[in-house]
């Protein structure tokens, strides 16, 4: 089932700065990691329960770095925490979501996500996120 909003995932061509604004308005901001499997450095700001993910591309033919070249930085994608990413997968499927990944990936922190497909969303980006 769906749990909570996990995070928010802001596209930001330098990982540095944004840091810096989002400290001075008096948010800590921790646990940077590269995900290689994404191309993406991230930190992350909690927000309550939620947090806030800042995303840096690490290659020009990473995801973030194609959304940056076309939109702009800005809100990248929304992800769901759900208690099993397999499981929702099949469900969405058998609905007719269009997914991008059809097997849960690794993402930060120890987490099996997985993309559903902004064409078959409204043009949101959605994850799915479980946390091991
Ligand atoms: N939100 C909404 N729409 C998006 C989008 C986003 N983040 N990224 C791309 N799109 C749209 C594009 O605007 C484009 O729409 P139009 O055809 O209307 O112009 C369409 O999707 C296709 O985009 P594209 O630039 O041609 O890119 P691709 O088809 O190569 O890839 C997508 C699109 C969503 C499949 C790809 O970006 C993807 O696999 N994303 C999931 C992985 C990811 O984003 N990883 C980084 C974050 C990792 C993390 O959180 O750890």
Do not use: W
């Amino acid at each position: 089932m769906y749990e909570k909003v996990s995070h928010i995932g802001v596209a930001v061509r330098d990982l540095e700065k944004a840091k810096e604004i989002f400290r001075a308005l008096g948010l800590e901001v921790e646990g940077e990691e590269v995900v290689e499997e994404q191309k993406v450095k991230v930190a992350f700001i909690p927000v309550g329960e939620t947090r806030i993910e800042l995303l840096e591309a690490t290659s020009p033919d990473s995801p973030v770095a194609k959304f940056i070249e076309k939109r702009g930085e800005g809100v990248h994608h929304l992800a769901l925490g759900v208690d099993s990413v397999e499981a929702m997968l099949e469900k969405l499927k058998a609905r007719g979501v269009r997914l991008v990944d059809e097997k849960p990936r690794k993402g930060a922190h120890n987490t099996l996500i997985a993309f559903l497909h902004p064409k078959s969303t409204g043009g949101l980006l959605l994850e799915l996120c479980q946390e091991e």
